[in-house]
DNA sequence: ATGGCCTGATCTTCAGGA
């Protein structure tokens, strides 16, 4: 099975670009953020030309979440259980479903902006009620894997010059720490191979010829349980869709497992 | 090749992204 994640930078903007690559790729499920549409715009009916069912927590032109599989999508759970409010609403940053045999969440986790800015401050309480929400499922038998958008660099070399991020989001020891919680609660990291260069990025920023200098940062990530990480026989950051016209700031990950072995 | 931001809405300027 494979199986990957997608900050999409809006699906609307994307499609073409998005169908292709599930063709190309022969994905079986897609985990995507920042769908950027209301649950209506979804184009769920081009996914399903394709073959894909969708499950959608998307509320407009920020944020969103979704999945997408061709392997079967059940029992889906729409946002984090006890997850926090910013300025007054909860944001669609989370969805999970079963497909396939593997019980997966989509997840794009708060910015925080600054770290003084209450963004940041509700980057961490999301955090907390992520690590709740899946210690559960990572404790069981089941194959089980976080995959999406955390927006922290897990360490100094997953940034392009750390010297530039004194006093930045995404490096902070409390970000870190939220990732480091995730593990306590027995997930690991699925680690994919970089297709060039010594570090998988994925994401370089539009602006400042962020690619083609490969000023990156790795930021989406892969986290599983003892089941799924065990069967993970390849992953790696697909950097050949960040590049073009047309393209997202964010590269997918993909990771393909031996669900047998 | 991979090229000095991009997206959608509040729509010709702006917030947000990281």
């Not at 209506?40 to 998307?58: C, H, I, K, T």
């Not at 976080?146 to 010059?161: E, H, I, Q």
């Not at 993970?232 to 016209?245: L, P, T």
Request: contains cysteine; proline residues 6%.
């Amino acid at each position: 099975m494979r199986i990957a994640t997608w900050n999409v930078n809006s699906i609307t903007a994307r499609l073409p670009r998005l169908l292709a690559w599930l063709e190309n790729t022969g994905t079986d499920v897609l985990c995507i953020q920042e769908t950027k549409c209301t649950a209506e715009q979804f184009p769920a009916d081009e996914l399903r030309e394709l073959g894909y069912e969708s499950a959608v927590n998307a509320t407009g032109r920020w944020n969103g979440v979704a999945l997408v599989s061709r392997v079967g999508l059940e029992d889906v759970v729409s946002g984090l259980p006890e997850g926090p409010e910013y300025e007054g609403a909860v944001e669609p940053r989370a969805i999970s479903a079963t497909c396939g045999g593997v019980r997966v969440w989509s997840v794009y986790v708060p910015n925080g902006r600054e770290p003084a800015h209450a963004h940041y401050a509700y980057k961490l309480e999301w955090f907390k009620a992520l690590r709740a929400a899946v210690a559960d499922d990572a404790a069981g038998a089941q194959p089980f894997a976080v995959l999406g958008d955390f927006n922290v660099a897990p360490t100094d070399t997953d940034v392009w010059d750390i010297s530039l991020f004194a006093d930045s989001t995404h490096v902070t020891p409390a970000e870190r720490a939220a990732l480091v919680a995730l593990e306590e609660a027995g997930l690991s990291e699925v680690m994919p191979r970089a297709l060039k260069y010594d570090v998988p990025f994925t994401f370089w920023d539009y602006r400042n010829l962020g690619f083609p200098k490969n000023r990156g940062m790795r930021i989406d990530l892969v986290y599983g349980n003892t089941p799924f990480t065990k069967s993970v026989r390849d992953a790696y950051v697909d950097r050949e869709a960040r590049k073009g016209k047309g393209a997202s700031d964010h590269a997918p990950v993909v990771v393909d497992l031996d669900l047998d072995v």
